[in-house]
């Protein structure tokens, strides 16, 4: 799994490299400390030397500095390393999820994504930065020094044969239990991010119901599985604490009696005990750097994964080889398409749809709710890919254009209005972004945003909070229609996008858009007055065109357009 992420760090060899070398020279000089150590006591203590005892001091000294040095610059290659890789990550991640269709976002949700983008990738961080020193010291340390400790008295050193494989055993059986429960913590995270995001977004909504109560008991709900799964997974970790400190007074026990012993009969020095020592707790040490090593890389496995699902999500959606950028009519033609959501799914969202729109012309689309309107213009941007069948947009397969220049031709004012935080102008200049104030003027004119524009104290350069929440959702549907109209789109399409505008306001919309010269329109609608003007209609029932004509032959021929007719124009007696 943490191979799939070694290509982000490429980048950062050098102060890989760099963090690793300074690891290593701090480490030498901390373990030459013990042996200077030794032979102060062994040579300059029991003879006396203090010009010896000095210069040994003055050595030790020295080392010191020169590992503080190495340990100083060390870090900051390793936040360089570190923090360049979460850089990488990050980006490579956000691209990948700016490139997913439609269908791939519906494998996660939106809160996990943002947990995967900004607490997975920040334990991976902090893993590198915490985690790059102990993983290079404590190998190395622990094999010096364990060299060292068998060279100064290897009788004394048989004591690590009976406390590596305990230290061992400990620290296997903790990793395997903390492992699943730190995976448990992080989707446990992405609730309740979602639990936020979903209470923040529709916050009017609470407050208009009265339901805070009801939503603190969901949080707390939620909230209180991350504790109990945090609890659990830290009350495991940290028992590597006592363990080690355990492990580490028992030894040090055993090698005072027994180093003791061999004092007393002659076979080991004072200064050789205390610098054994030295060594000792240097290995011990290390022994703990690996196993919170281990901890560390077990709660970033579980990041690693959650990260890897995204960039290896494939995305279902490609360029062709030799892709088509030229759209002059806009002429759409579906062949016997058929959509359905995925592939496992048992019946089609849209079933055999046979359906030639002409270009410049205006067609609207009615039909009741879950009938699959939505679904059928989608297809026409590739937002989704039929699932058999084909559209045509003058004559050539839409799968055969760039994603990027369809897209670019086929303007959308989807059904839920999007703004973005900034100015207006700016999110204006989506859909065009090397637009004229002249072109943003007349699109906000065609849009009938010109009516309320200049009643804004900052006008064009009003600021809009996420979301458009400080405008109202009228003013909001003209916004975003102005900004499709000013990417001058070959196609239109308009997915109920008026439903919150005034009738004289939309007819002025509707009026604006049957002039654009060279433009197909699509229209969905759910009043028949939005749609009267249209060249032909098509009415969806179930996923399937139930008729298709002008308003005049389905008044007189089709009973669904009729109910609708009389229940919205013709109005009940009162």
Not at 110 to 121: A, H, Y
Not at 290 to 298: A, G, K, P
Not at 476 to 496: G, N, S, T, V, W
Request: charged share 20%; hydrophobic share 45%; net charge negative.
């Amino acid at each position: 799994m943490i191979k799939r992420l070694i290509p982000f760090a490429k980048k950062y060899k050098k102060a890989f490299i760099l963090a690793f070398l300074c690891v290593v020279g701090e480490t030498v000089f901390e373990l030459v400390i013990p042996v200077l150590m030794a032979n102060i006591i062994d040579i300059g203590v029991a003879q006396k030397d203090q010009h010896y005892i000095i210069m040994q001091g003055v050595l030790m000294a020295v080392c010191a500095l020169i590992a503080l040095v190495l340990g100083i610059l060390y870090s900051r290659y390793a936040a360089v390393a570190g923090q360049g890789v979460g850089f990488e990550i990050r980006k490579t991640e956000f691209e990948k999820v700016q490139n997913f269709s439609f269908s791939n976002t519906d494998h996660f949700s939106t809160s996990s994504l943002i947990t995967r983008l900004t607490s997975d990738v920040t334990i991976i961080q902090n893993a590198i930065c915490n985690g790059f020193r102990p993983l290079v010291r404590a190998p190395f340390m622990f094999s010096m020094a364990l060299f060292l400790s068998i060279k100064m008295n290897a009788k004394l050193a048989l004591i690590f044969i009976v406390v590596a494989p305990i230290l061992g055993i400990g620290l296997f059986f903790i990793v395997k239990t903390v492992g699943p429960l730190f995976r448990f913590m992080q989707s446990n995270v992405d609730e309740v991010n979602t639990v936020v995001q979903e209470n923040l977004i529709a916050i009017r909504t609470v407050k208009a119901y009265v339901k805070s109560d009801y939503e603190n008991e969901k949080f707390e709900k939620i909230n209180q599985e991350l504790r109990t799964h945090s609890e659990k997974a830290f009350r495991y970790s940290v028992l590597n604490m006592p363990l080690f400190q355990y492990m580490m007074y028992t030894t040090i026990v055993c090698i005072l009696f027994f180093g003791s012993q061999m004092i007393f009969d002659g076979e080991m020095k004072v200064g050789q005990l205390t610098g054994f020592l030295s060594y000792v707790l240097q290995i011990l040490n290390a022994l703990m750097m690996i196993s919170n090593v281990f901890l560390m890389l077990t709660r970033s496995l579980a990041s690693c994964k959650r990260i890897v699902d995204v960039l290896d999500e494939v995305n279902n959606l490609h360029d062709p080889i030799d892709p088509i950028i030229e759209m002059n009519q806009g002429e759409i033609e579906f062949k016997n398409v058929s959509f359905k959501y995925k592939e496992s799914a048992q019946e089609n969202v849209l079933s055999n749809i046979n359906l030639h729109i002409e270009p410049g012309s205006t067609v609207g689309i009615l039909g009741g709710t879950g009938s699959a309107k939505t679904s059928l213009v989608q297809l026409i941007a590739r937002l989704y890919d039929v699932s058999e069948g084909e559209i045509l947009i003058d004559g050539h397969n839409v799968k055969d254009y760039s994603l990027e220049y369809l897209r670019d031709q086929v303007g959308m004012v989807l059904q839920k209005n999007t703004l973005f935080s900034g100015t207006v102008k700016e999110n204006l200049l989506w859909g065009n972004k090397e637009a004229s104030d002249e072109e943003i003027k007349w699109a906000c004119k065609q849009a009938c945003v010109d009516e309320f524009i200049e009643n804004f104290p900052e006008g064009y350069d009003t600021y809009l909070e996420q979301g458009g929440v400080n405008v109202s959702g009228g003013q909001k549907q003209r916004l975003c229609i102005a900004r499709a109209l000013l990417k001058h789109p070959k196609i239109l399409i308009l997915d109920d996008s008026t439903s919150a505008v005034d009738t004289a306001t939309e007819a002025s919309i509707k009026e604006a858009l049957a002039s654009l010269k060279g433009t197909t329109n699509i229209i969905i609608a759910q009043r028949i007055s939005s749609l009267q003007h249209a060249n032909q209609i098509i009415i969806l029932d179930n996923g399937k065109i139930h008729a298709i004509g002008n308003h005049e032959e389905l008044l007189k021929n089709d009973e669904i357009y009729q109910e609708i007719y009389d229940s919205q124009l013709k109005g009940v007696d009162l």
